[in-house]
Nanobody, 127 residues
Framework: QPQPVESGGALVQPGGSLRLLCSVWGYNFQNYRVAWFRQAPGKEREGVVCSSSSGGYKEYEDSVKDRFNFARNTGFPAVVALELIGVRPEDTGVYYC???????????????????WGQGTQVTVSS
C-alpha cells in the first residue's frame, strides 16, 4: 500500500518561506489525487490544497491561494511539494499529505475523500 511520508517542517519567522515535501516510494502520483491538510492546536483538520491525478485541476483554500504553491513531479520517486511563502502565525500546525485513487480530473479538500495519510510534519510560525 502506498504510504505518504512528509518532510520539511520547521520553525519559521512570520513573512518567511518554507518547502514541505511528500514522497510515496514505489508509486506514481499520476494514479492518485493528492492533498495537503493542516491541523492547528484545538482546531479541526482543514484542506489546504488538492491536486487531481493529472495535475490539471488544483484547489486552494482561500487564505493560502496567493501564498502557497503546489508542485508535483511525474516520474519516480513520486514527490509533491508545498511551498509556503509569506507565512503567518495562523499557518502554524501539523501538515499532512494524503492520497486517494484517481477520480477523473478532479480533487476535493475533504478529509473523508482520502485513504492514505502521512504522519505529518510540524510547521511553527513565530518570531
Amino acid at each position: 500500500q502506498p504510504q505518504p511520508v512528509e518532510s520539511g517542517g520547521a520553525l519559521v519567522q512570520p513573512g518567511g518561506s518554507l518547502r514541505l515535501l511528500c514522497s510515496v516510494w514505489g508509486y506514481n502520483f499520476q494514479n492518485y489525487r493528492v492533498a495537503w491538510f493542516r491541523q492547528a492546536p484545538g482546531k479541526e483538520r482543514e484542506g489546504v490544497v488538492c491536486s487531481s491525478s493529472s495535475g490539471g485541476y488544483k484547489e486552494y483554500e482561500d487564505s493560502v491561494k496567493d501564498r502557497f504553491n503546489f508542485a508535483r513531479n511525474t516520474g519516480f520517486p513520486a514527490v509533491v511539494a508545498l511551498e509556503l511563502i509569506g507565512v503567518r502565525p495562523e499557518d502554524t500546525g501539523v501538515y499532512y499529505c494524503a492520497i486517494a485513487p484517481a477520480q477523473g480530473d478532479y480533487c476535493s479538500r475533504r478529509a473523508d475523500d482520502y485513504e492514505r495519510w502521512g504522519q505529518g510534519t510540524q510547521v511553527t510560525v513565530s518570531s
